[in-house]
């Protein structure tokens, strides 16, 4: 910006799409990410959002904590589309056993 003036951070910044994420936040670039940086980054890093893995409900859970003992606003309208972005980009991994091993050479240990 001209004479070194520095963006509102609110106002949209460059970001990184060949990768996806947006490379000041960490968030994945899709709906909802502007969203996330005025809600969420004030208070917090976004790195607490990106290491954690939750359902929605759980995010919702979240949200109603953060409103009852730290203060967080009303989210209005913006809840819904937040909580979207959350569940779809920020939920649990699947997690499973891993696949049977397959055409293995086996071989055997020589004892002494």
């Excluded at 910006?1 to 060949?18: I, N, S, W």
């Excluded at 049977?100 to 002494?112: A, F, K, M, P, V």
């Amino acid at each position: 910006m001209p004479g070194g003036e520095q963006p509102h951070p609110a106002q949209a910044v460059r970001v990184d799409t060949t990768r996806g994420l947006d490379p000041a936040t960490g968030f994945v670039i899709a709906d909802g990410i502007e969203l996330m940086r005025v809600h969420c980054t004030g208070c917090h890093s976004s790195k607490l959002i990106t290491q954690y893995r939750a359902t929605r409900e759980v995010w919702l859970d979240k949200i109603r904590w953060m409103q009852q003992k730290q203060n967080l606003w009303d989210l209005g309208e913006n809840e819904a589309a937040i909580l979207d972005y959350l569940a779809t980009y920020y939920a649990p991994e699947e997690q499973g056993r891993r696949p049977n091993l397959e055409d293995i050479e086996w071989y055997e240990l020589e004892s002494d």
